[in-house]
């Protein structure tokens, strides 16, 4: 399809653990963002990319959070030693600028046990 | 802080009728507000948006209206349809928060047939 594309859309996995996960961007989007979502809250900024550069990334809870969009397109946000806090429905959005609507991805949901 | 807050949790209406969904928010500086719909397990959806120099915009059954000096916007549903039953999120940006989304912890829509 035409819109923003994450994966997993599930993902499990233990207290420690390293966990990658994936944003694929609406095609010709050159702003690209990255938003948590606890339950029954709405969505909090994480970081936004311009291209492949970080433009802000203000919002990472610790330095245990790190994102990547090399080649301004496709976004990996990566977690190490997961925490059992970090569980969330982790968003995906993009735009054709820093103007424009965002347009959101499903989320993956993270579970740490 | 909450900058952006939605005060109501939840709205039930009749099909047919007007849903008001409420939203204020604290920092005078953001200048572009949006309105996103979400479904159980999906993402937000882009409804409308508003700019700050305007004080209402119209898209089909979607109204929504802006009070700068309230700092309160609205969203206007006419008529309502049981297709619409889903958490609706205002969500604003600008000023030094630049481009990124500040979320309102969403009012839960029910549309009742």
């Known amino acids: 399809g035409a819109g923003v594309s994450q994966t997993p859309s599930n993902k499990v996995t233990e207290k420690g653990k390293y966990v990658e996960l994936r944003c694929d961007p609406i095609s010709g989007h050159t702003a690209l963002y990255w938003y948590r979502q606890s339950l029954g809250q709405g969505p909090e900024f994480l970081i936004y990319?311009?291209?492949?550069?970080?433009?802000?990334d203000s919002g990472l809870p610790n330095d245990r959070f790190f994102a990547v969009r090399p080649e301004g397109s496709v976004s990996t946000l990566k977690i190490q030693r997961t925490e059992r806090g970090d569980s969330a429905v982790y968003l995906c959005?993009?735009?054709?600028?820093?103007?424009?609507?965002?347009?959101f991805g499903d989320g993956t949901r993270l579970s740490i046990l | 802080d909450q900058q952006v807050k939605q005060n109501s949790p939840s709205l039930s209406v009749q099909e047919g009728r007007i849903s008001i969904l409420n939203c204020d928010y604290t920092n005078s500086m953001f200048d572009y507000f949006l309105w996103y719909k979400k479904y159980p397990a999906e993402g937000p959806t882009f409804l409308i948006s508003?700019?700050?120099?305007?004080d209402k915009n119209e898209d089909g059954r979607f109204t929504v209206f802006l009070n700068k000096s309230a700092k309160h916007l609205s969203l206007h549903i006419v008529p309502s349809q049981p297709g619409d039953s889903a958490v609706y999120f205002c969500?604003?940006?600008?000023?030094?928060?630049?481009?990124?989304?500040?979320f309102g912890e969403g009012t839960q829509l029910t549309v009742n047939p």
């Open positions: 990319f311009q291209g492949t550069g970080a433009a802000d």
């Open positions: 959005a993009s735009s054709l600028d820093r103007t424009q609507p965002q347009h």
């Open positions: 969500a604003a940006s600008g000023g030094t928060s630049g481009s990124r989304l500040t």
């Open positions: 508003i700019s700050s120099i305007k």
